[in-house]
């Protein structure tokens, strides 16, 4: 099949990244929830070769992510899990870093619960949570686009919409994780890590 490409996924994935490489040195294990297109997990996998990139989503999205990785015949990044991160009780197995891009804003709230519920499951002692995407703080949004699109989200669906970045710290805290960094992306997005004690 011909692979998905995504202009947004390929215009972020450096500055991602260089906020990526330097806290997942010490790194082995790295899971990616929602792996989209494939195309992050291909361009970290080649930039990162230390690191075993297991990627995963939803079945429908697999043929996508395996176009993109039989393209590039990296030996270390993994073919998808079929995983729905929205769901109770799901578990990958064990992993010292997980990844996610674009996520929170497109579940419904619940299903964010039961993603760091599933990340709580999977993630080592000492590990990094790393999540890119838009966010509100204190309820409000950081640029007026990010207001428009949050509007163009509600109206595509009642469930979706931009989190409040304390009430996601809120659910990493519940997790054991600490927050690290919080740092300003291009096109008004976020890049938050947190570390497990």
């Not at 497109?106 to 080592?124: K, N, P």
């Amino acid at each position: 099949m011909e692979k998905p490409f995504y202009p947004a996924t390929a215009r972020n994935q450096q500055p991602i990244l260089e906020r990526l490489a330097p806290l997942l040195a010490d790194c082995r294990r790295v899971l990616e929830i929602g792996s989209g297109s494939g195309q992050h997990a291909v361009y970290f996998g080649r930039h990162l070769p230390h690191l075993t990139w297991q990627t995963s989503d939803l079945p429908p999205q697999h043929d996508g992510i395996r176009a993109w990785l039989d393209e590039a015949r990296l030996p270390n990044v993994l073919p998808p899990l079929a995983l729905d991160a929205g769901q109770p009780g799901w578990d990958a197995g064990r992993f010292d870093a997980v990844f996610t891009a674009n996520t929170c804003h497109i579940m419904a709230w619940e299903e964010v619960e039961r993603m760091f519920d599933g990340i709580g499951r999977v993630l080592e002692p000492g590990g990094w949570l790393c999540i890119y995407g838009p966010f509100k703080y204190a309820g409000v949004f950081t640029t007026p686009s990010n207001a428009e699109f949050d509007a163009s989200l509600r109206a595509r669906a009642a469930h979706m919409g931009l989190r409040d970045m304390e009430a996601v710290d809120a659910l990493a805290r519940r997790q054991g994780l600490a927050l690290h960094a919080d740092y300003p992306m291009p096109a008004n997005n976020q890049f938050l890590a947190w570390r497990r004690a």
